[in-house]
């Protein structure tokens, strides 16, 4: 049973890399952190690992978030249990340098990256109430990315870079109109650039590819640990209790791209991503 003066943290992506470094960090502040995952058998690695020398507080719950239906499933699963969501970290992120499609139909990177993500705090949302918190790692790929509206899948523009800069601009827009549609709901919505992090994000796990280039510069690159500060700021700081629809870095509201300040685009996109899910925000 989960006390009433515990706060309850959601992270996705919570197996390896910044995900895992923030679902450390949370549960040393005394949260109740539920781990996010697609692989069960990584998952159950990673709590091991977690847990094996710490008294903390975390549970492992299994989510494809390439799959809305295994998004649905989850979030019905984790209101059985839970009694709300102090703070969700949407941390998960993919990249491939080929173009794949999710369960559902999607490009990929824009399926997991942001309407996975979208369909996930939707649903979360009546689970929510005044003073939580939702924190969206983006990247600053963003500063070269557009949102093809006319071509989302990217049947016809796809490469790596399109693909990831699409769904990380599609982060923050999402972060700016998500904050304006509920800014009287007292939760705030934040988006963070961690910086250019050593992680297996890129990484073929089928054919190892990108683990080399990973490697040899690795020096140049921020732990996983440096990588989550401004996520876990965002997440548990009260200077930024009051802070929503803002991108930060290094723990500081940062400068984005013009494509990311678009009104416009960030209602087209939302619009967009409500049709897709067939999950409508409902307007108070």
């Given at each position: 049973m989960i006390s009433d003066d515990k706060k309850i943290a959601v992270v996705t992506g919570a197996n390896s890399g910044m995900g895992k470094a923030t679902v450390a960090a949370l549960a040393d502040q005394g949260y109740?952190?539920?781990?996010?995952c697609r692989s069960k058998e990584r998952g159950e690695t990673a709590l091991q690992e977690l847990t094996s020398q710490h008294n903390r507080d975390i549970q492992l719950m299994q989510c494809d978030l390439g799959s809305m239906a295994d998004i649905r499933r989850f979030t019905d699963e984790f209101k059985q249990f839970y009694p709300r969501v102090d703070v969700l970290i949407n941390n998960a992120g993919v990249i491939?340098?080929?173009?794949?499609e999710t369960a559902d139909g999607i490009e990929e990177q824009f399926g997991v990256n942001h309407i996975g993500h979208f369909l996930l705090t939707l649903r979360l949302l009546d689970w929510m109430s005044?003073?939580?918190r939702i924190v969206v790692v983006a990247s600053g790929a963003h500063k070269v990315g557009r949102i093809h509206f006319e071509d989302y899948n990217l049947r016809n523009h796809f490469n790596a870079i399109n693909a990831y800069s699409q769904s990380k601009l599609a982060n923050i827009l999402f972060t700016r109109e998500l904050a304006l549609r509920i800014k009287d709901r007292g939760i705030t919505v934040n988006c963070a650039h961690p910086g250019a992090v050593a992680t297996s994000m890129g990484v073929d796990r089928n054919t190892g590819f990108?683990?080399?280039?990973?490697?040899?510069?690795?020096h140049i690159f921020l732990t996983p640990e440096e990588g989550a500060r401004t996520a876990i700021y965002l997440a548990t700081s009260s200077k930024v209790s009051n802070k929503t629809?803002?991108?930060?870095?290094?723990?500081?509201v940062a400068k984005t791209s013009k494509a990311a300040k678009s009104k416009k685009s960030a209602k087209r996109l939302f619009e967009i991503s409500e049709q897709l899910t067939d999950e409508y925000l409902e307007m108070d």
């Open positions: 109740t952190v539920v781990m996010l491939s340098l080929d173009r794949r005044e003073g939580s990108g683990k080399s280039i990973t490697g040899l510069l690795k629809g803002k991108y930060f870095y290094k723990c500081q």
